[in-house]
C-alpha cells in the first residue's frame, strides 16, 4: 500500500471523495487544450492587426518597408495602442484574449495600431510613462 503523501495515494484518495460527493470525473489535462487555447489567442491578435489596418497608425513613423513604404509592417513589432491612453489598466483588468475581442469589437475608435517605437514615444511625449501607477 502506498503512504499517505504519496501523489499515487493523494491522486487516488481525491478521486473517491469526489465520486463519494457526486462531483463528476476531472478530465485529464490534455496538452492540446492548452495549444488551442494558445492558437485561438494568436489568431484573435491576427484579426486585431487586420481590423486595425496592418501597419504603423503613425503618419511620422520613420520605418522604412522593403518596398519603399514608410510605416511599420512587422507583425512582431506593432502593438495595441489606446488612443487617448490608460491601455496598462485596462489590460490589468482583463485577460490578453478578453482584451483582443474587445479591440475587435471596438466601433468607437479608440485603438490604433503603432509599432513598438512610436508607441514609446507616444508614450513619452503624452506623460503615460514614468507614473507611480506603472
Known sequence: M????????????????????????????HKRDVTRHNQSAKDLRVLVLKKLGGKCSNPACQWLNADGTRGCTDERCLQVDHINGGGK?????????AYYLKVLNDVLGLYQLLC?????????????VGNSSE
Open 89 to 97: 489598466q485596462e489590460l490589468k483588468k482583463l485577460s490578453r484574449r
Open 2 to 29: 502506498a503512504s499517505h503523501s504519496s501523489p499515487e495515494y493523494q491522486r487516488s484518495w481525491r478521486e473517491a471523495r469526489r465520486l463519494s460527493l457526486g462531483l463528476p470525473r476531472v478530465r485529464a489535462y
Open 116 to 128: 513598438a517605437n512610436c508607441n514609446w514615444i507616444k508614450r513619452h511625449e503624452q506623460k503615460e
